[in-house]
């Protein structure tokens, strides 16, 4: 299983672009990176999926270089109530099982 | 009305004790999950289920029992509660025919072990 690093926390102000990069050297051919959001109190939310390149949704950018070594959750214009801990997983598509959520990033945004 | 349920959604028990979480869904997802997370960490997979007759081990099995009665229902049991069980337990589904990996989640149980 593909191991991923992600910073522990960030702080942002609102209304900034966060970046959050997450670290997935040993990504196999067959993985994809998914993101999910937690808030206080809550189970984890989907956000966004990608294999290569860049996926863009409603809520987020996920920017994946050639390489997929590394990825990049784009939050635009954040506000307060993205506060939150942001999580990088990396397992094949439909193998649920194979899911690790790490300790994730804790996101605090700044009024 | 929410489309993954947990009961109870808060729990103080003693050591000992035999407990049980019930986890319901209406989503008609065949794949159910339990987990749990710890202050500061991630979550860790207890035991996942892909459809009725299916019941497979996760990451932290131990100390857990599960059962699923129907699709709709996945509940998970403490034997023998003890403290380090005190923690956060989430229940999940999801689509074996949807291609990503997308979990919907419970809004949780907390667990107290005195």
Redesign the interface.
């Known amino acids: 299983l593909a191991k991923t690093t992600q910073p522990i926390s960030m702080d942002s102000y609102e209304g900034q672009e966060v970046n959050i990069t997450c670290s997935h050297n040993n990504i196999a051919t067959n993985d994809?990176i998914?993101w999910y959001q937690q808030f206080p109190?809550?189970?984890?939310?989907?956000i966004i999926?990608g294999y290569k390149t860049k996926v863009t949704n409603e809520v987020a950018s996920l920017f994946i270089p050639a390489d997929r070594k590394s990825s990049t959750l784009s939050l635009p214009r954040v506000s307060l109530s993205d506060t939150a801990v942001y999580?990088c997983?990396v397992?094949p598509?439909?193998?649920?099982?194979k899911?690790?959520?790490?300790?994730?990033t804790r996101l605090h945004i700044l009024p | 009305d929410a489309d993954?349920t947990q009961t109870p959604r808060n729990r103080i028990t003693k050591t000992g004790k035999r407990i049980m979480l019930e986890c319901s869904q209406t989503k008609g997802h065949d794949?159910m999950?339990w987990?749990r997370q710890d202050p500061?960490?991630?979550?860790?997979?207890i035991y996942?289920s892909f459809d009725v007759k299916d019941i497979?081990k996760?990451e932290i099995s131990d100390g857990y029992s599960v059962s699923r009665q129907a699709q709709a229902k996945f509940s998970l049991s403490l034997e023998s509660a003890i403290p380090n069980q005190t923690a956060l337990y989430?229940c999940?589904t999801?689509d074996?025919d949807?291609?990503?990996?997308?979990?919907?989640?419970?809004?949780?149980t907390r667990l107290t072990v005195l």
Do not use: C, H, M, W
């Open positions: 994809y998914t109190s809550q189970g984890p939310r989907f999926q999580y997983l397992a598509r439909n193998r649920d099982d899911i690790i959520f790490g300790k994730g | 993954v794949r999950y987990y500061g960490l991630g979550l860790r997979l996942y497979n996760g989430f999940a999801s074996a949807r291609v990503s990996n997308e979990q919907f989640f419970g809004p949780g």
